[in-house]
């Protein structure tokens, strides 16, 4: 087994990991200033969110299918809960115990804990990285998270499509912050 010195990225990891390194940065950036109001916003009247529910919260749906088919638009707060409680589930599944659910980490409906869900989330799957090796890479199934493809793949085509996750959704909240931003701004003027 080829190991690596700490702290080194694999030659194969090394472009994903210094792309992940710089959408995080920038996506840290862009959510400076969040509020829980935008956070919650709903751009439209039919929306995935993050719902309170009695004492805690309750996403609309975990995650979508990889499909083509038209979905709601998300809010910020769906979106950095899915990115934070996907990274962790899959970080649990690739390094860790193997028993984290969905159930484990209830999304939060505030702004401030809604970006350090998610700052968690992509932290612990990239930590879980720096621990692969090459034969890591190359397994079927090394990551053992139970949904979607994961069991029948090779981890490195899993960090591809983690990595595509991110900058996707990352996207996204800029583009949900914008909309808010223009639309705020066009329900003052007039």
Do not use: C
């Not at 940065?25 to 993050?50: I, K």
């Not at 899915?82 to 193997?98: I, P």
């Not at 090459?134 to 139970?146: H, K, Y």
């Not at 583009?175 to 639309?183: Q, S």
């Amino acid at each position: 087994m080829s190991r690596k010195p700490t702290g080194i990225a694999l030659p194969r990891l090394a472009p994903f990991l210094a792309m992940w390194d710089y959408i995080v940065g920038v996506l840290d950036e862009r959510l400076e200033g969040l509020t829980d109001e935008e956070y919650l916003w709903e751009p439209a009247p039919n929306v995935l969110t993050v719902r309170r529910d009695g004492g805690g919260s309750r996403p609309d749906a975990f995650g979508l299918p990889p499909t083509g088919e038209v979905e709601p638009p998300r809010t910020i707060a769906w979106l950095l809960g899915h990115l934070g409680g996907g990274m962790r589930l899959r970080a649990d599944y690739l390094v860790g115990t193997h028993r984290l659910t969905e159930a484990d980490l209830p999304w939060p409906v505030s702004a401030a804990e809604g970006v350090a869900f998610m700052r968690e989330g992509l932290r612990a799957w990239r930590d879980g990285l720096d621990q692969m090796t090459d034969e890591d890479l190359d397994m079927v199934g090394r990551s053992a998270f139970p949904h979607g493809l994961d069991p029948t793949l090779p981890l490195i085509e899993i960090v591809w499509w983690v990595a595509k996750d991110l900058v996707f959704h990352a996207g996204e909240i800029w583009y949900v912050r914008d909309l808010y931003a223009a639309i705020g701004e066009a329900s003052t003027a007039g």
